[in-house]
């Protein structure tokens, strides 16, 4: 909790920016601002002050650094944090003054205290999508403790579990194969043979001429755009 009071001149109006994303427009001399995070051992929140009357003359005051809330200053950034399972989303640590950072997945995993750069996420529930947001716990070398929260949320998308299922796997040739795809969330297929397309349905019937290994390909799409392939050889 810090108190500031304002010794501005002719002033109807003053603008305060306490340095921690909170700005007070008001025109009371004596102000507070409660600081929910620290700004670390070396570095301090800068406040300003725009003092302003209401013909629209304004002057401006600037004290670098003036509040020094100690502690530690825990943070991190993700990236690559949508997307379709498994989701290997990236993690950044930019922490200040901590000597233990202790990361919460969000997702039923341990704890993590050696801060991995790279963490997969999937989804947990028979839901289309699931959501995780992921914080920070850290402790500075006296025992103070912070937490950190990000503004970005883990999204990660379910894929679907695709199979298939033919008549045979080996013949003479020609071979007259029926394939079909089955398993879960699929809404769209395609089907190549060596990397050729031969069909956009469900199942379907091809004559395979060329003599030795032939791959069948099932790339099996869901309603939110994720994909699952499988291959049969």
Known sequence: YAQFYSNSINADTLIWDFGDKNVLKTTDRTVANIYDKNSGWGKGFNISLIAQSNEGCRDSSFFPGMIKVRGPVPN???????????????????????????????????????????????????????????SM?????????????????????????????????????PLVLNFAGSGTGLEKSKWLLNNGLINNNASGTEVVNKVGNNTLTLIATNSINCSDTVNQN
Do not use: W
Not at 90 to 106: A, G, I, R, T
């Open 137 to 173: 716990y850290a402790i500075d070398s006296i025992g103070c403790a912070s937490i950190f929260t990000p503004a970005d949320t883990v999204k990660v998308k379910i894929r679907p579990q695709a199979n298939i299922t033919s008549n045979a796997n080996f013949g003479c040739s």
């Open 76 to 134: 991190f950034e993700i990236t690559n944090f949508e997307g379709c399972e498994p989701l290997q989303v990236n993690f950044k640590n930019n922490s200040k003054d901590v000597s233990y950072v202790y990361l919460n997945y969000q997702d039923g995993s341990a704890l993590d205290s050696g801060f991995a750069e790279m963490h997969t996420y999937k989804v947990q529930y028979y839901v289309n999508a699931q959501s995780y947001l992921p």
